[in-house]
Every structure is written in C-alpha cells, then in structure tokens.
C-alpha cells in the first residue's frame, strides 16, 4: 500500500512537473507490463550505429540493454528494469540510446543487410553478455573491433550521428501514441486524484469504523462494568443479607441460650425452693421428734412417778403400825 501511495505521489510529480526539471528521473513504481513470453533468458544482438546497445533477439516486443539496465518502450513512456522480465519501473524520459536506433532496424535484422553491407550479426548468449558486457561498453569493443559485424561497414562520422539524433527526435515526436500522452497523463492525473480521493474516503472509513468498533468495544467495557458492578451489588446484598441470617441466628441462639439459662435458674431456684421446703420439713419432723421424744420422757417420768407413788403406798400399807419410819428406812 505504502509502495503504491508513493507511486502515485511521483506520478503526480511527473504529471505537473515540466519535463526538463525530471529529465531522466526514474520513478520506482513496479508497474506491471503485459508480459513477454520467455523460454529461456535472450540472446541479444549488438545494435550497429549505437553506443554498446543491444536489442533482444527473436523478439516481436522491442527489449533494449543499454548502461546496465534492460529497456522496454509501451504506449508511448518508457519503463527500465535490472532484468529482463520483471520489476519494470517508469522512466520520466526518452532514452538518450533510443535516437541513436534506426527505425528501421527490424527489417534490416530480418534481411541480415545493414544499409547495403552483409550483418552477420551474432546471437550472443545471456550469461556470456552478463559476463562481458561492462568491459565491451568501455572498449566499445563492437564498434572499434567488430563494427558490429556488419562486413566493409564504417561508422559514421559523428555530425552525421548527431544530425540523425535530430531527425529521428523530431520523428518520434510526431508518433500517435507520444502525441497522446499529454492527455493520457492529464487522465492519468485525474484517476489519480480519484484513485486518492477513494483510498483517502477509504481510510476516512476505516477510521469511522475503527472509530465506531472502539466506542462499541467502550460501551461493551462500560456494559461490563456496569454489570460486573450490578454482581458486586448483589455479592455485597447477599453478603449483608447473610450476615444478618447469621446475625438472627446469633441473636436466637442466643435468646434460646437466655432461656435455657432462665430455665436452668428457675429449675434451680426450685431446687432450692424444694430443698428448703425439705429442709424445713426435716426441721419439722425433728421438732416433732423431739416434741414425741419429750412426751414419751414425760409418760415415762409419769409412768416412774405413778409406780413409785404406788410402791410407797404399798410399803405404807405392808408397814407395821407404831414403827417409825425412820427406822424403816
């Protein structure tokens, strides 16, 4: 997403920007080209009349290799990569190569005939272009050692060169697709600025609902705290309603423990009672005792004086009369 953002920021750039301030920019992107078909990396051929370009062989696209990048042309931009089939960036500019190109150069390659010269060119294969292609671009080993095979054939002079430069500028200028571009650019501009305009209403949405989710999520915490609160009310209502079941069970257990305490003082206080009763009954009973003890004393001091009283009579009567008693005695 990042990636993209910043693509469009620099498209935008070059949509606004003249030309000869970003001549030459190139505008990391990744742009995804309509794919070319490859069955194995290319064989490239050296472009005769250039500086060290080489153009891929066998090929119906154009695929050019010049200062240690792959080139590709499409509706009317270029676009340049490290490797031949992917990671395409735009690239704000012709190609300072491309004018040195004739445009005829396919049907030359085609005829194997380079302005009337027989071009034997050669096939050079992928890894062996990798490996040697730096030191061949500073010899300029194919134009000053092989005259880019093409037999009996002479550069041309450098005014020659430049005059060319001019003309075939001039040339693709007036192609349709360059042509098209200003307005192609001005409608790229405008997706753009759509394209910006939704991602911004997009995260202008992502953030309502972010917005929305974390107000649920608050009121679900709020929903949650308000019940979490609720069971706390209700643990501290049956906590406080417990305590006074056990507080009426304390105050029964304890009236139950006043009566029994009342009872046990009642049952002893007629204990007491009783006991004093018996007590005093015992009393009773001895006084009664000694009451029956006295008056069995006092029949038997009766009954003794009773028999004495009559002994005496008796010994008064078995007495002779005229005798002193004191003789008696």
Do not use: C
């Not at 027989?118 to 092989?146: A, D, G, L, S, V």
């Not at 507080?247 to 007629?270: A, F, H, L, T, V």
Request: proline letters at 5%; hydrophobic letters at 20%; glycine letters at 4%.
């Amino acid at each position: 997403m990042k990636k993209l953002l910043w693509g469009t920021i620099l498209l935008a750039l070059v949509m606004v920007v003249p030309v000869p301030t970003m001549a030459g920019v190139n505008i990391g992107i990744g742009i995804s080209l309509p794919t070319i078909r490859f069955y194995g990396p290319p064989y490239v051929v050296a472009m005769p009349d250039s500086y060290d370009v080489y153009f891929a062989a066998d090929l119906a696209e154009d695929l050019f290799f010049w200062n240690g990048w792959w080139w590709r042309p499409w509706e009317g931009r270029w676009y340049r990569s490290r490797y031949y089939d992917r990671d395409w960036d735009y690239y704000n500019d012709i190609p300072w190569f491309y004018y040195d190109i004739d445009p005829g150069w396919r049907r030359y390659y085609r005829n194997r005939n380079w302005y009337g010269h027989r071009w034997n060119y050669r096939r050079i294969p992928y890894h062996e272009f990798q490996r040697n292609w730096k030191e061949w671009y500073n010899t300029r080993y194919w134009e000053r050692q092989r005259t880019w095979d093409v037999q009996r054939y002479r550069p041309r002079p450098q005014q020659q060169r430049d005059e060319l430069r001019l003309q075939r500028q001039e040339q693709y200028q007036h192609r349709p697709e360059v042509q098209r571009q200003p307005q192609q650019r001005q409608e790229q501009l405008n997706q753009i600025q759509r394209d910006q305009q939704q991602r911004q209403e997009q995260q202008n949405q992502i953030k309502r609902d972010q917005q929305q989710k974390q107000e649920q999520q608050n009121q679900f915490q709020r929903d949650q705290q308000q019940r979490q609160e609720q069971l706390n009310q209700a643990d501290r209502f049956q906590q406080q309603r417990q305590e006074h079941q056990n507080q009426i069970k304390r105050d029964q257990k304890q009236n139950r423990e006043e009566k029994n305490q009342i009872q046990r003082d009642q049952q002893q206080k007629q204990e007491q009672q009783n006991q004093i009763k018996r007590d005093q009954q015992q009393r009773q009973e001895q006084q009664n005792q000694i009451k029956r003890d006295q008056q069995q004393k006092q029949e038997q001091q009766n009954q003794g004086q009773q028999h004495q009283g009559k002994s005496q009579n008796k010994q008064s009567q078995e007495k002779p009369e005229g005798e002193n008693p004191e003789q008696i005695k």
